[in-house]
């Protein structure tokens, strides 16, 4: 239905368009004295006047239309005002799925009613947004037409609606981060309601198995973050220890050794590794990198895990290389060529150049990339999810299984997420640590590198 | 044979040539940029203990020769040098030549001050533990001291050894820059415009201090003001889109010049 | 700074014989040292590239195998079967394929037989079902009909189950490799491109699972993410650039638009769930709500690509435009963002490469759903390539390792492919200023 009605509205205001535009012709050639704007000008301002508010309207609609349908279903529902809100909510799961004919049982006759009176609701509401719709770009098209006119300045209109949009879209970038900033903090203080704050920062265990019935064994879950924490940073550790001097010392090679040719070919080759999509990594991680460890730990002797924190760690490394690498480069680039033909004036030999006086006028904007880096590493999702363990466990052997903050996120959400689990919410107030932390690395780094730019 | 007997000849004439006190000494220099040629075929020769001022207007080639004495040249990609250019009578693009050891014999003071990002007293320790001149902590603290007091700096520094170079103003970093240089006590040191970027009170100082440095080191300077190539040096060479005019003692040069081009430019006719 | 003073310290300058031993051996260890640090990048160079080349490679040698499938060419004869014209959906198209295949080994045991028809995957009734109803001509004829075969013996086709192993070790028995052998030597099995890993979509059963519901629930969000983020990206950008006064307000959004770019993926995947799912009531699975996640995501990427080609167009331009009478508006919309409009395009080429390679926030919202069907649009339930990728690689079945690497090399094939164009019109149309 909203994908009819779309194309309606981009037709609508293409034909009005049309008609404007031809109206502020004829009006123009009978005009007396100077005419201000175009007639495409009108013409535009109409179909504006026409799509955007119909549009708009259509939007707020369907954002609206299923709580409001949902409402008035449950309270047609008998003895619905006493439910608690999960108990509601799987309720209207079973009417959407009865009414949409997914049938696995013969449902109850209070579901069989309630699927009828929703989807008699949904035509309705559907025809009354098509009406609402066609209604407010009628309303429109006619303001737009009646204010045709030599004199009218339609230019002026058209820019002022572009501008608001232009507005509206610099603004979407600071929404998103409140939209963030409140879906984290609103699920996760729900979590914080059923789990004490304190317990979540401070526990020392991380089980979130919850029992999913009361006579369960499984018994209650243990929201600890400590260890979920300890395992992305032994991960992100031994992520940046081997990307940052393989990282390093290939900005080093192809800024200051190598020949300009080889470097046009190897570095577009490199950041390739920044471009392979992670689900590859973490396949790559666990098919070949997980064994391959493993085999040689058990020729030195060393038991590791098939997930073992190394294996995920390396591979996420490797991926990690290029960033650090062209940032670095980057660094080495904004040293002044001064600083380098002072070093070579009195005799250093290349080496002796970079590490002594290319090396520490770099380093802010090398510090910088690589907390960017550490940031990435820190909420790098897949090659864990698929590589790295699930039990969180606080050790320091890294062929050892460790989980992390993103793998929690993941395994808590996938399959069907319900709103008042604590195991749900636990991923939200998980994701507003991760959120946090990233924020606290990119401010410091983005500041790191933009004041070190500002030096040179 | 008879190419023998040529190379013999030239051997015995920059023999002659060294006897009369020439450190330096370029024959046919030409430089390519890539397929560009910046210089054309210039003979110069630098005298010992001596200020050798290279003036002439803007591209004429005369940085692009100073760099060439101390294969400053090497580091630009695409640059190539051809002809011969001698230090105390050894070629030095000779393939046997080491160029690190080059450069600590022939110092180089650029147009910027470009001290290092560190303290005072490592930008001038650099030179000296690169090389191991110093055996202890003593003797490094001895050359920093008389470097800083060779560059006259050692009054306003001695007390901020530990701060950062790059704190100095622009006339204290360029006499660092000299001290640097001359940490590592080279027997040429040459200077590329080391006054340009400076206030006429700070070159005052420089130009002081280089008339000062001539009794030990032997000196190039490159610079675009006559009015400093006058005042500091002995010798004069005037350069002209990559040839090289006239090269004369500096009085002759700025009284009875041999050549009209220089006579122009010194008019300021030209450049 | 007096003449004297410097005379009395120019009798210490110290003549240093650059030429002693220890001078030399020194000069030797400082170069030691330098191609030390050479060999040192170069190492990390070839680690970096030698990573590269090992990943491709165990990709291509372990998906290679996934582009061809077993599959066994038998003839039917329907004109003399009873099949009711009428309910072709209702026949017993299972008697029919058994029968077919009975044909081809008669005289097997009722046990042998049962093994036997383990052999071919089990969906064959149906792909013959839709073989008819696509050309119910077929009833009328002997017809040649291709039925894949089942995982097991696809790998023993392929020689990638070992006869040497022992019987208890592999999932197919002597008995049925003795079978296996004289289908070959009748000329039944053969190895054609695997077209179905294309136009199939998933499967529990390897041999018949393909791509197509992945590579369509990419293609739909795509296309949601660029019809979103393109405008608004664009838009945003513009204000920014040419239109925000410089205050507290555009400070803020700048070093936001800076973090955001810098967001680990899966919180925009939190976003979407507790916003567009939880809130909006928007259908789980579908395309709409990855492409808006996706959009979001390389909004802020967009923005500041966007910024910097926009920068790049000299001011001379807007001022001959502002010149000769244009507003600002059009100054902007018909001289700079034309001119700026190859660096934008390549720009988000790239970004919607980077979001095609995107998981964790798909996996979020739910596109990792087992649906065996391709959606029609972007309101229905359906995965995408890396979650698609993500799902293979957590199956146990052995055929599904090479088909997970096949779509992971499908999934590069396109990455190049969206690159390839970005860097050709970046070649093709930038211009230098």
């Known amino acids: 239905m909203s994908g009819y009605l779309l194309a309606f509205l981009a037709l609508a205001a293409l034909s009005m368009a049309y008609i404007g535009n031809s109206r502020a012709k004829a009006t123009h050639k009978a005009a007396v004295g100077k005419v201000h704007s175009r007639p495409i000008y009108h013409g535009l301002n109409v179909a504006i006047w026409t799509a955007v508010p119909a549009f708009v309207l259509l939007l707020v609609w369907l954002v609206f239309q299923s709580t409001i349908v949902n409402q008035l279903v449950l309270a047609g529902i008998p003895g619905s005002e006493n439910f608690d809100p999960s108990a509601s909510s799987i309720l209207m799961s079973e009417v959407r799925q009865v009414a949409s004919g997914n049938l696995f049982k013969e449902p109850s006759p209070e579901v069989k009613a309630a699927a009828a009176h929703y989807q008699s609701l949904q035509g309705i509401a559907a025809y009354l947004m098509a009406a609402a719709v066609a209604v407010a770009a009628a309303i429109g098209a006619f303001f737009g037409l009646k204010v045709i006119g ?16 232009m507005m509206f879209s610099s603004l979407l970038a600071i929404l998103i981060t409140l939209g963030i900033v409140f879906s984290l903090v609103f699920e996760a203080f729900h979590f914080f309601t059923k789990v004490p704050f304190t317990e979540f920062l401070f526990g020392l265990r991380w089980e979130p198995q919850i029992a999913m019935r009361a006579d369960q064994v499984a018994g209650q879950g243990a929201f600890g973050v400590i260890p979920v924490l300890y395992g992305t940073f032994l991960i992100s550790a031994i992520a940046m220890i081997v990307a940052v001097p393989t990282g390093i010392l290939s900005a080093i090679f192809l800024t200051e050794y190598s020949h300009p040719k080889f470097r046009a070919v190897v570095k577009p080759l490199l950041e390739i590794l920044a471009g392979v999509p992670t689900v590859v990594y973490g396949f790559f991680a666990v098919l070949t990198v997980a064994p391959a460890i493993r085999d040689l730990g058990f020729a030195l002797g060393f038991e590791a895990s098939p997930n073992s924190a190394l294996a995920a760690g390396a591979v996420m490394g490797v991926m990690i290389i290029p960033f650090i690498s062209s940032l670095s480069d980057d660094a080495f680039a904004a040293v002044p060529r001064a600083m380098r033909e002072g070093s070579y004036a009195l005799g250093a030999t290349k080496g002796e150049t970079i590490r002594k006086v290319l090396l520490p006028a770099a380093l802010p904007g090398i510090v910088g990339g690589v907390l960017l880096a550490l940031s990435r590493a820190v909420g790098e999702t897949m090659i864990v999810v698929m590589a790295a363990g699930l039990i969180a466990k606080l050790t320091l052997n890294p062929l050892d299984a460790v989980t992390t903050v993103t793998v929690q996120i993941v395994t808590l959400l996938i399959g069907d997420a319900e709103f008042d689990n604590p195991k749900t919410l636990a991923a939200f107030a998980l994701g507003l640590v991760l959120f946090i932390v990233t924020l606290i690395l990119n401010l410091i780094a983005l500041h790191t590198v933009r004041k070190y730019r500002e030096k040179y | 044979m008879n190419m023998m007997s040529e190379a013999a000849v030239e051997k015995a004439l920059d023999k002659s040539m060294s006897d009369a006190g020439l450190k330096m000494i370029g024959k046919d220099v030409s430089v390519y940029y890539g397929e560009k040629r910046a210089l054309f075929d210039v003979n110069l020769n630098v005298r010992k203990n001596t200020v050798t001022a290279l003036i002439g207007p803007s591209g004429c080639g005369k940085s692009t020769f100073l760099r060439t004495l101390n294969r400053m040249n090497d580091t630009i990609d695409g640059c190539r040098v051809t002809g011969k250019i001698t230090l105390d009578n050894a070629d030095i693009y000779d393939p046997s030549v080491d160029v690190v050891e080059l450069r600590a014999r ?11 990002p560190k303290s005072i007293y490592e930008n001038i320790a650099y030179g000296p533990r690169i090389h191991g001149l110093a055996k202890t902590k003593s003797d490094m603290d001895r050359i920093v001291e008389s470097s800083l007091q060779r560059a006259g700096l050692w009054n306003e520094a001695k007390d901020r050894l530990q701060e950062p170079g790059t704190g ?14 001359v940490a590592v006590s080279p027997e040429v040191i040459l200077m590329d415009e080391p006054c340009s970027a400076l206030d006429p009170i700070a070159t005052a100082k420089v130009e002081e201090l280089i008339h000062e440095l001539r009794t030990n080191f032997t000196i190039v300077i490159v610079t675009h003001s006559m009015q400093q190539a006058a005042r500091v040096s002995q010798r004069t060479a005037m350069f002209h889109l990559g040839n090289l005019v006239e090269e004369n003692d500096t009085d002759k040069m700025f009284t009875n010049p041999d050549d009209q081009r220089t006579q122009d430019y010194i008019m300021g006719r030209f450049g | 700074m007096s003449v004297t003073a410097s005379s009395d310290l120019n009798v210490g300058v110290p003549a240093i014989n650059w030429q002693s ?9 400082r170069y030691a040292a330098d191609r030390r640090l050479q060999a040192y990048g170069l190492v990390a160079i070839i680690f970096a590239l030698g990573f590269l080349a090992i990943l491709i490679s165990s990709l291509i040698y372990t998906g290679n195998s996934a582009f061809t499938q077993s599959v066994a060419k038998i003839e039917i004869d329907l004109s003399t079967g ?9 026949a017993d198209w299972r008697g029919v394929v058994r029968g077919a295949l009975r044909a081809q080994l008669p005289g097997l045991s009722r046990s042998d037989e049962r093994k036997y028809f383990e052999m071919f995957t089990s969906s064959g009734q149906f792909i013959l079902r839709d073989a008819v109803v696509a050309d119910p001509s077929r009833l009328d004829r002997k017809s040649t009909f291709v039925i894949p075969l089942a995982d097991p013996f696809d790998q023993l086709a392929k020689g990638q189950v070992s006869r040497d192993t022992p019987e208890a070790q592999r999932r197919v028995t002597d008995k049925q490799i003795g079978m296996f052998d004289q289908l070959v030597s009748k000329g039944i099995v053969s190895r054609p491109f695997n077209w179905a890993l294309f136009f199939n979509a998933d499967s529990r059963f390897p041999e018949l699972a393909g791509l197509a519901g992945a590579i369509s629930g990419s293609f739909w969000s795509l296309l949601v993410c660029f019809v979103i983020s393109f405008p608004v990206g664009i838009a945003a950008a513009i204000y920014l650039e040419e239109f925000a006064p410089k205050n507290k307000l555009t400070d803020l959004i700048e070093v936001n638009i800076n973090n955001l770019a810098a967001v680990p993926s899966v919180v925009f995947g939190l976003l979407g769930l507790a916003v567009f799912l939880g809130w909006f009531g928007m259908p789980r699975s579908a395309p709409i709500v990855g492409g808006l996640v996706l959009s979001l995501m390389t909004l802020p990427t967009l923005i500041i690509v966007t910024r910097v080609s926009l920068k790049s167009v000299p001011s001379s331009i807007r001022e001959a435009a502002l010149g000769v009478g244009a507003s600002k508006h059009e100054a902007i919309f018909h001289h700079i963002l034309p001119l700026a409009m190859p660096t934008i395009m390549t720009g988000a080429i790239i970004s919607l490469a980077r979001a095609l390679g995107e998981s964790a926030p798909l996996l979020l919202i739910g596109m990792n759903a087992f649906i065996t069907s391709p959606p029609d649009g972007v309101f229905e339930a359906s995965t995408a390539l890396p979650t698609q990728i993500f799902m293979w690689a957590d199956s146990p079945e052995r055929g599904f390792v090479a088909r997970t690497s096949a779509a992971i090399l499908v999934l590069l094939g396109f990455l190049v492919l969206m690159n390839g164009i970005a860097i050709f019109l970046r070649q093709r149309f930038e211009r230098r200023w």
Do not use: W
């Not at chain 2, 100095?168 to 240089?181: D, E, K, P, T, V």
């Not at chain 3, 009873?82 to 209702?90: E, F, P, S, W, Y």
């Open chain 2, 106 to 116: 022939v110092g180089m003071v650029f147009q910027k001050p470009n001290p290092f």
């Open chain 3, 82 to 90: 009873g099949i009711d014209r009428t309910k072709l959906a209702d």
């Open chain 1, 150 to 165: 030599s004199r009218y300045r339609a230019r002026h209109s058209v820019e002022l609606s572009v501008t608001l949009f």
């Open chain 3, 21 to 29: 031993d220890d001078m030399k051996s020194r000069r030797k260890r």
């Open chain 2, 168 to 181: 100095l103003s622009g006339g204290q970093q360029q006499r660092l820059c000299i001290a640097r240089a």
